[in-house]
């Protein structure tokens, strides 16, 4: 009798633990909100400039505006230091891997600026034509932010930046190398 009730009793656990998985499966699940990238965002960088053997640190505050899933357009300001080099332009951006609602957007850049800056004395105004590679990145899943890290070039038109030797002797380039790392909101 002792040895029925203990199988009755074993049979009756294993049947109901097995049918426990049932109810709990079925649960509803609350839906996440999708992490949309707003057709309006700002953000900031900061990254290096590499011309003539050396590197400029730069500031740069930015506006885009997705116009479609893979297109943005976005107006920024930027500063390098300590050659104090200023810059306002636009950049077009093409997203071609990836979604708006991302964990990460690969994006190609191509963007026109105009630039001040003070060459023995003078300050010098020159337009600038901007390209490069660029990738926004969600750290988390319920991130409503981005970090977004671009590599370029940029390439001033007419005047050249210059780098003093010494007072008398000065080297220029058109040609600048950059390295950007910064969030978007």
């Given at each position: 009798m002792?040895?029925?009730?203990?199988?009755?009793?074993?049979?009756?656990?294993?049947?109901?633990?097995?049918?426990a998985?049932?109810?709990?499966?079925?649960?509803?699940?609350?839906e996440?909100k999708?992490?949309?990238?707003?057709?309006?965002?700002?953000?900031?960088?900061?990254?290096?400039?590499?011309?003539?053997?050396?590197?400029?640190?730069?500031?740069?505050?930015?506006?885009?505006?997705?116009?479609?899933?893979?297109?943005?357009v976005?107006l920024?300001?930027?500063?390098?230091?300590?050659?104090m080099?200023?810059?306002?332009?636009?950049?077009?951006?093409?997203?071609?891997?990836?979604?708006?609602?991302?964990?990460?957007?690969?994006?190609?850049?191509?963007?026109?600026s105009a630039?001040?800056?003070?060459?023995?004395?003078?300050?010098?105004?020159?337009?600038?034509?901007?390209?490069?590679y660029?990738?926004?990145?969600?750290?988390?899943?319920t991130?409503?932010?981005?970090?977004?890290?671009e590599?370029?070039?940029s390439y001033?038109?007419?005047?050249?930046?210059?780098?003093?030797?010494?007072?008398f002797?000065?080297?220029?380039?058109h040609?600048?190398?950059?390295?950007?790392?910064?969030?978007m909101?």
């Amino acid at each position: 009798m002792k040895k029925a009730f203990l199988t009755v009793l074993c049979s009756l656990a294993l049947a109901t633990s097995s049918f426990a998985g049932f109810f709990l499966d079925n649960v509803a699940q609350p839906e996440l909100k999708s992490h949309e990238l707003p057709g309006l965002s700002f953000g900031a960088l900061l990254g290096g400039n590499y011309y003539l053997s050396g590197v400029d640190a730069e500031l740069q505050a930015l506006m885009n505006y997705r116009i479609a899933a893979g297109h943005s357009v976005g107006l920024y300001v930027g500063m390098n230091f300590p050659n104090m080099l200023y810059e306002v332009g636009g950049e077009y951006r093409w997203f071609f891997n990836g979604t708006p609602i991302y964990e990460s957007d690969d994006f190609l850049l191509l963007g026109g600026s105009a630039v001040t800056f003070e060459n023995f004395g003078d300050r010098i105004f020159a337009p600038r034509v901007t390209m490069g590679y660029g990738k926004d990145y969600r750290p988390f899943e319920t991130s409503e932010f981005a970090v977004r890290f671009e590599i370029g070039g940029s390439y001033t038109i007419g005047e050249m930046l210059t780098r003093e030797d010494n007072e008398f002797a000065a080297r220029g380039a058109h040609t600048v190398l950059f390295i950007r790392m910064g969030v978007m909101y």
